[in-house]
């Protein structure tokens, strides 16, 4: 079992299109078992997978209260742990005592199995746009970080914060062994264009593949639906079965 973190400081900069896409991609295209986890209040993947609900206390914060994780599976082809703002409280409880324990919460994630008994091939994490206690713990258990990053006008400034991000989670868990930036809604531009440039001469270590920009990818969120479903053919959705292949090819 392999577990992947998408995370990045910056809000908008398709975390959670990107834990979606690769769950997807990973389960139809590669055939295997996929456990995705909203790791985020705003619950936006649990809306993508249509698991949305805002009542009770949700899967993600029963994990973090100590629930065996086993109970908090939705199973449905690609597996879900669901969230809701319910999983703020669950976070500022951590940060008042049981802290201690949380890595241990997001570790009891390997002992998860599919419906058939099996464990997961990859379980991936969609983070909020932050470092909090939460992001923190679940890097802990982390064997791979992703770091969406969309080149804007503050391009030059938000890679160099991503450099210090991948340095200071390598610290906190030296077993990580993919960390790796992974440009986003690329638009053939010359400001896009610098801005690649400049991540290739600094060193930061992206992926070789960039995912385009796409008008569909903003669309499909309409209609609750993955990219590689609502439009397959389109430039992000091709990418991203691009960008999986090199994952995986990294990463055997
Ligand atoms: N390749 C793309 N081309 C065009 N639009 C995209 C692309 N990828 C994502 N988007 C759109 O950009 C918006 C932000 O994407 P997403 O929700 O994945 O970002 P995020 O980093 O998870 O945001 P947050 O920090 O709020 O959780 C969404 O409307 C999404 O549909
Ligand atoms: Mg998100």
Redesign the pocket.
């Known amino acids: 079992m392999r577990i992947i973190n998408i995370i990045?400081l910056?809000?908008?900069?398709?975390?959670?299109?990107?834990a979606m896409e690769m769950g997807y991609i990973l389960h139809h295209k590669y055939g295997y078992a996929v456990l995705l986890v909203d790791n985020?209040k705003?619950g936006?993947l649990s809306r993508g997978m249509d698991l949305y609900t805002d009542s009770d206390i949700c899967p993600t914060a029963r994990l973090l209260s100590g629930e065996p994780v086993q109970d908090l599976i939705h199973h449905d082809g690609i597996d879900t742990i669901a969230a809701n703002m319910s999983l703020l409280t669950a976070t500022y409880r951590l940060t008042s005592g049981a802290a201690a324990n949380a890595t241990g919460r997001y570790r009891s994630l390997r002992k998860a199995r599919t419906q058939d008994g099996k464990p997961y091939d990859y379980v991936i994490i969609?983070n909020?746009?932050d470092l909090g206690i939460n992001v923190i713990n679940a890097l802990m258990v982390t064997d791979d970080v992703i770091i969406?990053t969309k080149i804007d006008q503050w391009a030059l400034e938000g890679l160099d914060i991503i450099g210090d991000q991948i340095a200071e989670i390598k610290q906190v868990n030296p077993g990580i062994r993919l960390a790796e930036a992974l440009i986003?809604?690329y638009r053939n531009t010359p400001a896009c264009d610098a801005g690649l440039d400049w991540l290739h001469k600094h060193n930061y270590g992206a992926f070789d593949t960039v995912?385009?920009?796409?008008?569909k990818?903003?669309e499909?969120?309409f209609f609750g639906k993955p990219l590689q479903d609502y439009s397959p053919r389109s430039a992000?959705a091709v990418s991203y079965r691009r960008f999986v292949a090199e994952y995986l090819r990294r990463t055997s």
């Not at 910056?10 to 990107?18: L, S």
């Not at 995912?211 to 008008?215: H, L, N």
Request: charged content about 20%; hydrophobic content about 20%.
């Open positions: 990045n910056k809000g908008g900069v398709g975390k959670t299109t990107t985020d705003q936006n969609d909020p746009p969406p986003t809604m995912i385009r920009y796409s008008e990818a903003a499909c969120t992000a």
